[in-house]
């Protein structure tokens, strides 16, 4: 591959991508199973939570461990999905400048930085996410104080011919309609941040950059490709929502059926075990897009294909990502 290092338009890129993704089929899926693993786990474990809680019957005094439960889950989330973009990143670095790679050795290779990585995520995300979190905490506050208790793990509490307060329901309705504008500016804020940023993980890695310096590299490499960026989002976006719809029409048709009802801790289990696998098959593949994007931006912002051409002749200091341990 390294002999197409060339500026490339967005179908090339997509082209690209989805020609490295089925040629390393098992190479990317295996190294986003090891992540996806690790997500899967952290949702059990949220889960037995959950049952000893005593789901859906979870008492008012124990609703606060709920919600932090769950917070905690999603930060992990964030965090190990973020990481195996990372593993991603260096395996595509590998296959792309044409030298071998290996599930482990991708795997191995963050592991020295992984405090690095860790934080430069936690960096990215909240700076773009943290107004929308914010307006969430408003917006479950005010609806824990004018609803039920329990609405939140057991919806059925809501039929409840005591729960049928219509101030409680106008209240509710009103803080939502005033918080919804709000929480739509900081979605497009939260979006447009992270498409700045949408590099920075893939310079980290490649370049072995601190947070600031990826920060920044990100910003002025991702400067005039953000919406080729958004398009490669998006796509990946509606093939993971697809698939998810699949996976999770039995716990659709379930909700459907069961209206009111809280869905057993079971299904809830088996829908864990449907977005493992959704998330092996679609994650590698926005790992794999943002790593060929960041090399486009290299040639074209820095001429990189003329540097990696002068280094392969011994023009001059020859500069090679680390070596990937073998199986």
Known sequence: MISQLRPLSLGEILDRTAALYRTHFLLFAGIAA????AMLLTQMLHLAVLELLGYPHIAPRLEWA???????QIFVVLLVAGLAIAANNRAVAWVYLGQAATIRGAVASIAPRLTRYIWLMTVTVFRAWAPLAVLYVALFAILFSVLPHGWLSDPSVLQHPHARNPAALVAAVLGVLVLAPLLLLAVIYGAWMSLRYALATPACVVEDARTSVAIKRSIALSEGSRGRIFVLALLVL????LLGILMGLPFLLFTVKHAGHAIPIGMLALQQLGNFITNTLIGPIYGIGLTLFYYDQRIRKEGFDIEWMMQAAG???ETTLPVPEQM
């Open 34 to 37: 090891v992540f996806s693993g």
């Open 66 to 72: 709920y919600g932090v439960s769950a917070v905690l």
């Open 238 to 241: 509606a093939v993971q929502m």
């Open 315 to 317: 023009l001059t200091a």
